[in-house]
């Protein structure tokens, strides 16, 4: 199960912090990731971070092109949670954003790969 939380509403260039909490024994071995959704359109890739000791997935980070530079994903492994530190807010990233999990052999950025996803949490962004 994942629990997603941080939204809220913010004035451009503003900030805001994401976080989702897997309430898994470990996430050895899974990526989670962030998509978001706005109204009339269609889920899109936001964010990914893998945990694995053994494969090529270990820490990787992927990050669509619209949020390269100003989104920040990164977690705390003891606690089974990711951040998504989103800066530089613009009118665009409005959203709900959603967490969600997958193997880490899957394709981080494909929707349907994730197997599990959080209820999101409203990002709304004010010119």
């Known amino acids: 199960q994942l629990q997603a939380s941080g939204g809220g509403l913010v004035q451009a260039g503003g900030f805001l912090r994401l976080s989702c909490t897997a309430s898994?024994?470990?996430?050895?071995?899974?990526?989670l990731g962030w998509f978001r959704q706005a109204p009339g359109k269609e889920r899109e890739f936001v964010a990914a971070?893998?945990?694995?000791?053994?494969?090529?997935?270990?820490?990787?980070?992927y990050y669509d092109d619209s949020v390269k530079g100003r989104f920040t994903i990164s977690r705390d492994g003891l606690a089974n949670t990711v951040f998504l530190q989103m800066d530089n807010l613009k009118p665009g990233d409005t959203a709900i954003y959603y967490c969600?999990?997958?193997?880490?052999?899957?394709?981080?950025?494909?929707?349907?790969?994730?197997?599990?996803w959080g209820q999101g949490t409203q990002v709304t962004v004010s010119s």
């Open positions: 969600a999990l997958q193997g880490i052999s899957m394709d981080a950025r494909r929707a349907d790969d994730y197997d599990s």
């Open positions: 971070l893998g945990w694995s000791t053994w494969s090529r997935g270990y820490g990787t980070t």
């Open positions: 898994t024994r470990t996430l050895n071995g899974y990526r």
